[in-house]
């Protein structure tokens, strides 16, 4: 069983930064993609950013520029800075893996808040 464990989040102020990451622990098998979502408040989760095992990474439109994805394969870790933080960045952030056989698993989120 794999768990993903998630770390970074806080209060920040608008154009701050904030490193998110993400760690798994436990039987993992190839890893195709590490992804970040994030829900806020009353909306729908939606993708933030994509790393594939070949490093290939997309951005949605809202945080291209000012997010960076990477991954440390060697620890199964995938990251995400955040630069220029504005408050509708406010969410909760979750990563999600996706592995070359099938399946996918969650974390459990963390809290970023950006606010004066």
């Known amino acids: 069983q794999v768990q993903l464990v998630e770390s970074g989040g806080g209060l920040v102020q608008p154009g701050g930064s904030l490193r998110l990451s993400c760690a798994a622990s436990g039987s993992i098998f190839s890893i195709y993609a590490m992804d970040w979502f994030r829900q806020a408040p009353g909306k729908q989760r939606e993708l933030v950013a994509v790393?594939?095992?070949?490093?290939?990474?997309t951005y949605a439109d809202s945080v291209k520029g000012r997010f960076t994805i990477s991954r440390d394969n060697a620890k199964n870790t995938v990251y995400l800075q955040m630069n220029s933080l504005k408050p509708e960045d406010t969410a909760v952030y979750y990563c999600?893996?996706?592995?070359?056989?099938?399946?996918?698993?969650w974390g459990q989120g963390t809290q970023v808040t950006v606010s004066s």
């Open positions: 999600h893996y996706r592995y070359v056989m099938g399946g996918d698993d």
């Open positions: 790393i594939t095992s070949g490093g290939i990474t």
